[in-house]
């Protein structure tokens, strides 16, 4: 029952198709111009012209020498011979120890890319990326009190350094009194 739904569905897809690319045009017959049949008239119709000439023959039965010739792979199989390839595979040999010891590891260590952690990376990525934005935004701000702490700082040695000529100056005025009013030696 489905699959008679499903062939008169595509069955009026296709007349629809017909219908765009051909209007509303008919055959000879008076019947309306049908896409499968108009490609099959033309494939029969190359393959008569084709079997009626000698050469088209014989060019189909070239074709898959055609393409092998065609490959650039078929170059070098002709132009280097087998010894050259074994020399060029042996002097590579270290290279693919390595690349094979390598590949090693890679299928032993397969499990633990397939493991939960692995997977849960995209979903660990994006609690990341909101901590990286928190980390930045706390990197910000001890930036920004850092900056307050060293001008703080700055300002207590300014105040610390005027205190001590303030000192030094009330200090020396008291001396200069003390002095003069004798209550105390002249120093030397």
Not at 61 to 78: N, S
Not at 79 to 103: G, N, R, W
Not at 122 to 135: D, F, G, N, V
Request: proline content about 3%.
């Amino acid at each position: 029952m489905e699959k008679n739904a499903e062939i008169d569905n595509f069955e009026m897809r296709v007349q629809a198709v017909e219908r765009h690319i051909y209007g509303e045009r008919k055959n000879r017959g008076g019947k309306p111009v049908k896409c499968a049949e108009s490609l099959a008239r033309i494939q029969a119709a190359l393959a008569n012209t084709a079997n009626k000439r000698e050469r088209v023959k014989i060019l189909h039965k070239k074709i898959e020498d055609l393409v092998k010739y065609l490959d650039p792979q078929f170059t070098d199989h002709i132009t280097v011979p087998d010894a050259m390839k074994l020399e060029f595979i042996l002097a590579e040999e270290d290279f693919l120890l390595s690349q094979a010891a390598l590949l090693e590891q890679v299928s032993k260590l397969q499990p633990l890319l397939d493991s939960n952690y692995i997977r849960d990376v995209p979903e660990h990525a994006t609690k990341l990326q909101r901590l990286s934005q928190i980390h930045i935004k706390e990197q910000d701000q001890a930036e920004a009190q850092t900056q307050e702490v060293k001008r703080l700082f700055e300002d207590y040695n300014k105040m610390m350094v005027l205190l001590s000529k303030q000192f030094t100056q009330w200090d020396d005025t008291l001396r200069k009194l003390e002095e003069a009013k004798g209550t105390r030696p002249v120093e030397q």
